[in-house]
């Protein structure tokens, strides 16, 4: 069993894939969701798991993984926090996504070398692109939390760091629900390439100090 300090934050957590855990392995290409939930994870082909930094699932146009619900609420203002650990190994000039979710088209990911995120960017949400340059086989920590409508502000995070915020300009009007994915988006597009050790969701937003407890928690893993 993972021991963590300081320890990981579990308030609100609804959806935990780490590699290096074998409680998230089962057989073949079906994982398990750490949090208690216990979300089956179905990957497109059986995951390839390096040993390098404690586990990792390499992930392509071949190999990504999704669930079959979501546990989060289909209320598009509904608050949420996302993050993952991964090391990009090949560019590309199109979206790249470490992990997203259905609702409310909301993803974390890379775009033309660069830290990128969407919210609803298919309904005139909010999409940043080139919030930081990513080095190319170099674990990092990304991150973004939605805060709902308190304030209806995005935040996104890089080790641990909050580097921007911004306010959504628009989302769809009705509810959207759907699965969480792993190294793409909607199963059809958007393919990482790269490799990917953790990923996380809550339904609600963490606040700054949480964000770094969470980074703080998994850096000695990654030798940061």
């Known amino acids: 069993m993972l021991r963590h300090s300081p320890a990981l934050v579990t308030d609100g957590l609804v959806f935990y894939f780490d590699a290096a855990n074998p409680r998230c392995h089962t057989s073949g290409a079906t994982s398990k969701d750490l949090s208690a939930n216990k979300l089956t994870i179905t990957w497109n082909t059986a995951p390839v798991v390096n040993t390098s930094n404690l586990g990792s699932v390499a992930t392509n146009v071949q190999a990504w993984a999704s669930t079959t619900v979501t546990v989060l609420p289909s209320n598009g ?35 033309a070398g660069t830290f990128a995120i969407g919210r609803d960017g298919g ?18 920590s990304f991150g973004m939390v939605y805060d709902g409508n308190t304030n209806n502000t995005v935040s996104a995070y ?66 940061l």
């Open 123 to 140: 309904g005139g949400g909010l999409i940043v692109t080139g919030l930081r340059t990513i080095t190319a086989n170099t674990w990092y």
């Open 158 to 223: 890089v080790n641990g760091n909050c580097i921007a915020t911004g306010q959504n300009i628009g989302f769809r009007t009705g509810t959207i629900n759907g699965p969480h994915y792993i190294g793409v988006f909607t199963t059809q597009s958007e393919w990482f390439n790269g490799n990917i050790a953790i990923a996380k969701v809550y339904n609600r937003a963490l606040s700054n100090t949480e964000m770094r407890q969470n980074f703080d928690a998994h850096r000695g893993r990654f030798n």
């Open 77 to 111: 203002y509904s608050p949420l926090s996302m993050e993952a650990w991964v090391m990009q190994t090949n560019s590309s000039p199109n979206w790249q996504t470490f992990i997203g979710t259905a609702n409310q088209f909301t993803q974390i990911g890379a775009y």
